[in-house]
Structures are given as C-alpha cells and as structure tokens.
C-alpha cells in the first residue's frame, strides 16, 4: 500500500500563494499517476491536476491554469503542487491520490475517475482577507 502524505496548505490572503507537498512512501517515478483533488464545503470533489507517472503528461482543470503548477521530485518521492494567484473560491481540503501505472496511465479521464486507492489526509487551504 503507498502511503501519501499532503502538506503545505493554511490561510493566505487573496493574490497570495502556498506550495503544497504530497510525499509518497516509496518510488513513485514511472510507477505512480498522481492526482491533485479539492473538495470546498457543501461541493462535490474536483480534479485540479494530474501528473502521470513519467512526468511527461501534465493536465490542470481550466479554473487553475496559468495559476498552478504540478511539478515532481523522483529523488524524494514528492510530487508538488504550487498555487500562485489564489482566489477565495480556491478554498478548500486539497488531497492528492495516486494510482499505480497498470491500471492507471496517461492520465486517462483523470479528473472523472472515482478508483484511484491511494489517498492523503488533505490539507485545507483558505483563501481569505
């Protein structure tokens, strides 16, 4: 079983940014697809980002491109999650999940997959003045 452990997340003021961490605990390069989902009071789960398990393919829901920014770091096993221009409507418990290469490659309808088995604690993020 991958362990996931999401960090980096607290109360910035509008315009702001956080960074946030999801350490694995094992090697996840080219074994791992990690997703990034949100999920605000009172709203369903949302798909923010997904990274596949090379680095290579990268997809953002529209509502954060140009603001945030996947990136991954193999040699600790930490995929990140860099939010910059935060929006009040960016508020909510941020998790990442992780699936495992066989089953889950490409980053194939990533944002609408509800099997991913490998799950964070979340982080909340709140974005206010």
């Known amino acids: 079983q991958l362990h996931l452990v999401e960090s980096g997340g607290g109360l910035v003021q509008p315009g702001g940014s956080l960074r946030l961490s999801c350490a694995a605990s094992r090697w996840i390069l080219n074994a791992y697809e990690i997703v990034w989902f949100r999920q605000a009071p009172g709203k369903e789960r949302e798909g923010v980002s997904c990274?596949?398990?090379?680095?290579?393919?990268?997809y953002y829901v529209d509502s954060v491109k140009g603001r945030f920014t996947v990136s991954r770091d193999d040699a600790k096993n930490t995929v990140f999650l860099q939010m910059n221009i935060l929006k009040p409507e960016d508020t909510a418990v941020y998790y990442c999940?992780?699936?495992?290469?066989?089953?889950?490659?490409?980053?194939?309808?990533?944002?609408?997959?509800?099997?991913?088995?490998?799950w964070g604690q979340g982080t909340q993020v709140t974005v206010s003045s």
């Open positions: 990274i596949d398990s090379t680095g290579d393919k990268i």
């Open positions: 999940a992780a699936g495992r290469v066989a089953k889950f490659r490409g980053c194939s309808a990533w944002s609408h997959r509800k099997d991913y088995p490998n």
